[in-house]
Each structure stands twice: as C-alpha cells, then as structure tokens.
C-alpha cells in the first residue's frame, strides 16, 4: 500500500528539540520531492521545508520562521524522511504532515499525505 | 514570497448550492495553483491541479479555472460530504504558500 505514517511527535518545552520521522511504503522515496506542512491548532495550512529528489541532489527549501531551527532530511535506504527540530517555540506547537510532491500533467502537487504528529512546545 | 489571498474565509451554504471560492496570488504563477479538501482531524485531499485538472476519483461538480493572479473553486450542486475546508497552494515557486482557507458551512 503507497503510504507515508509521521511519528515521534510529543510534547517538549521551548528552546527543546524533538525529531520527527516520516516512513514510506509502497513507493521509493528517492524519486520524489518530499515536504513537511503544518498546521497549528484551529489554523490554516504552512508549508515547513521541502526537500528535492536524488535527480535533484536532494537540496532543501525553508520557510523563512523555520530556517536556522529546522532541519529536513531523508534516509533513501530506510524510505524514511526526518524533520529535525531544534530551539522550539511556543509557535511551533501543530500537527506536522509529511507529503509526497509530485510533478504530473503541467503541474506540481501534494498527492499524498500522511495523518500527522502532534507537536506541543509549552512550558 | 508569493502571498495567496483566498475569499470568502467562512460561506453557509445549503445542500444543492453552487459555490465558489476565488484565490488571488500577489504575483504571475500561471497555473501551477492546487486545491485541496480538508476535513476535521484528517490530512489534506488534493482536489484539482495545474489550476483546472480534477484529480482521479474526485466528482465532477468540483471545477477549477484561472490563470496567472485570479483563481477559482467551484462545488456545483453541493453535497453533506463537501462541508469542510478548502485551501488554494500555490507551486510556482519556493517558498510553498497556502491561501488562507474558506471553511464551507451548513446553513
């Protein structure tokens, strides 16, 4: 089945770090741009980080309130992609999503998402 | 950073209904503009893309057009599964930007 599952979420306090990891079935990781989007309680959606395919040399893309404090990464061998988060804030607290982006038809898009991880930053 | 401003925020609307929601981007992006369904506690389902392509298995009353700054979503014939939120994306360029959002509602 062609999925993506995010865990490691919890609750941390500001200025912690916590790790969050997104596992991918059914499809080889590599091939694709992966990207983390969030979305805080009762908010819309953010884009967080992005990170291009192999093809790509897997370069990185961030969201200007994350960047210096969040880190995109991806283990090709493990199908996995990691979001490193690291000095916290109060304003990082939301569910994050990891998603599959796919160029198709004259288009980029989200074509799969995975259900989210709930991060609570408070002290 | 190209900015998305998506109107109405909240409509009430009733079983039936046409509805449509507008999507204007600060800057040129063609048509590499998304929408995407959300419902409560549940990831975001991608809609349409490049603007005006409805995704496989999404029903036909959900239509997209626009080009270049002014976008449009249109739900004909509204159904009780359809009530939720809608978000317009823009994939022009990095940085990603989502619109605000329009939370469609029973009335």
């Known amino acids: 089945e062609v999925q993506l599952v995010e865990s490691g979420g919890g609750s941390v306090q500001p200025g912690g770090s916590l790790r969050l990891s997104c596992a991918a079935s059914?499809?080889?990781?590599?091939?694709?741009?992966m990207e983390w989007v969030r979305q805080a309680p009762g908010k819309g959606l953010e884009w967080v980080a992005g990170s291009r395919n192999k093809a790509n040399s897997y370069t990185t893309e961030y969201a200007a309130s994350v960047k210096g404090r969040l880190t995109i990464s991806r283990d090709d061998s493990k199908n996995s992609l990691y979001l490193q988060m690291n000095s916290l804030k109060t304003e990082d607290t939301a569910v994050y999503y990891c998603?599959?982006?796919?160029?198709?038809?004259?288009?980029?898009?989200?074509?799969?998402w995975g259900r989210g991880t709930l991060v609570t930053v408070s002290s | 950073d190209i900015q998305l401003t998506q109107s109405p925020s909240f409509l009430s609307a009733s079983v039936g209904d046409t509805v449509t929601i507008t999507c204007r981007a600060s800057?040129?992006?063609?048509?590499?503009l998304v929408w995407y369904q959300q419902k409560p506690g549940k990831a975001p389902k991608l809609l349409i893309y490049?603007?005006?392509t409805l995704q496989s298995g999404v029903p036909s009353r959900f239509s997209g057009s626009g080009s270049g700054t002014e976008f449009t979503l249109t739900i004909s014939s509204l159904q009780p599964e359809d009530f939720a939120s809608y978000y317009c994306q823009q994939l022009h360029s990095y940085p990603v930007t989502f619109g605000g959002g329009t939370k469609v509602e029973i009335k």
């Open positions: 490049a603007a005006s």
């Open positions: 998603a599959r982006d796919v160029a198709a038809g004259g288009g980029w898009y989200f074509d799969l």
């Open positions: 800057q040129d992006i063609s048509s590499f």
């Open positions: 059914g499809f080889a990781l590599s091939d694709h741009y």
